[in-house]
């Protein structure tokens, strides 16, 4: 099955208003090697945001596209391939967010790296700088969508392995055991939260 591993660099937290500032696309089929399908700054109208967090600033977007300027390239990457990436649900939401100002309603299965790592026991629910760390993966770059993207490369393939060890040899085998993780997750979380004098408190 054709996966792409996505990550994405931002202005902040809020798809819709802040913007995708860094793309980086990886091309991947199970354990076979990965390329780079595609990669680019990003200009927008909230300037590069955080640049101590992804290093980005706004003299690198000066002369860099704006989304509409590659959005052909980028559905191009992704067209029949699962996306993967290493914090999903956020990658994904600000994807769909800046393919909507074209009017473009982008819907694609997805699985996030970093939660198949913990329900595969291959790890606690990490961060992935303490994820690189864990598997000796690369730091150089790190926080760069390049670089995140080919970690969370490196870390999909293994799982990859790992769930094969396991009988998990299809993707929606690999969607259900996220799943069941992300669910006890949430589950234990609500366990921990009790509320008093009507202020849900974290124990």
């Known amino acids: 099955m054709p996966f792409a591993i996505v990550d994405v660099e931002t202005t902040g937290l809020r798809p819709g208003w802040d913007r995708v500032v860094e793309i ?7 354990v076979a090697p990965w ?9 927008s109208e909230r300037g590069a945001g955080p640049t101590e967090i992804h290093g980005i600033n706004d003299d690198m977007l000066r002369d860099a596209p704006v989304v509409e300027d590659v959005a052909g390239p980028i559905l ?3 067209r029949g391939r699962v996306v993967v990436a290493p914090n999903a649900a ?4 600000f994807m769909r967010a800046e393919l909507a100002r074209l009017r473009v309603d982008f819907v694609s299965p997805f699985v996030c790296s970093m939660e198949l790592v913990a329900a595969l026991n291959m ?3 990490l961060s992935l700088d303490e994820l690189r760390v864990r598997f000796g993966l690369p730091s150089i770059g790190a926080h760069s ?7 969370a490369a490196m870390l999909f393939v ?5 769930a094969h060890q396991s009988g998990l040899r ?3 085998d690999l969607q259900q055991i996220s799943a069941h993780f992300v669910a006890s997750l949430a589950l234990s979380t609500v366990s921990s939260v009790r509320t008093t004098s009507g202020y849900a408190r974290r124990r």
């Open 24 to 30: 980086a696309i990886i091309h991947a089929s199970g």
């Open 35 to 43: 390329t780079v399908a595609f990669e680019s700054l990003l200009k």
């Open 76 to 78: 191009e990457s992704l």
């Open 90 to 93: 956020f990658d994904m939401r």
């Open 123 to 125: 790890a606690t629910r």
């Open 145 to 151: 969508a390049l670089a995140d993207a080919q970690a």
């Open 158 to 162: 293994n799982a990859l392995v790992v």
């Open 170 to 172: 299809r993707f929606s």
